[in-house]
């Protein structure tokens, strides 16, 4: 009875050290092969699925530096007595954003060309188009995190501010 616990959702961790989606996109904005050593592994998509729509989809990741701020907070509030042991909170990151928005997020960390971006964040040259499949980030939908920044304190990290790091972490992995 009344174990110490709460529950924290968060959407696709990302950050130096998660989620091999983020890799595989910023393996393909660097201009190199889609999968390197072990990643093809995490490519393989569900055969019952339906096929993807067109609509660009927004959707919310969860900084990593995210989660473990949440965590911080959580048991600081579990303490205070401010939660109830079991309560959920959804966490994630910044702004919803469309794929193309990330995408070029990604491309102005790894220092691509102004010209490549345009002003409302989609790029605007060819890139080799990531499989399409119900694991990718736009399919997962866009969390209300407005519990946790209420009750908790919680204030997510825009995508902007943490990107440089996260691109500069997975830098050295990608050769």
Not at 95 to 121: F, H, I, N
Not at 140 to 168: C, H, N, Y
Request: overall charge neutral; glycine content about 10%.
């Amino acid at each position: 009875e009344g174990f110490p616990s709460l529950i924290l959702r968060p959407p696709a961790a990302v950050g130096p050290g998660c989620d091999s989606r983020h890799e595989r996109l910023q393996r393909l904005l660097a201009g190199l092969p889609p999968f390197g050593n072990g990643a093809a592994r995490h490519a393989t998509p569900h055969p019952q699925h339906e096929p993807p729509t067109r609509t660009p989809r927004r959707f919310r990741v969860a900084f990593s530096g995210d989660v473990a701020a949440a965590t911080s907070l959580g048991i600081s509030a579990l303490e205070r007595g401010v939660v109830q042991p079991g309560e959920a909170f959804n966490v994630a990151s910044g702004e919803p954003v469309t794929l193309d928005e990330y995408a070029a997020v990604v491309a102005r960390a790894l220092g691509v060309k102004a010209q490549d971006v345009s002003r409302d964040g989609a790029l605007t040259r060819s890139t080799p188009e990531l499989p399409m499949k119900p694991t990718d980030y736009d399919l997962q939908g866009v969390l209300d995190t407005s519990k946790a920044e209420r009750v908790l304190g919680f204030r997510p990290t825009p995508i902007a501010e943490w990107m440089a790091d996260t691109v500069a972490w997975h830098a050295p992995l990608l050769g």
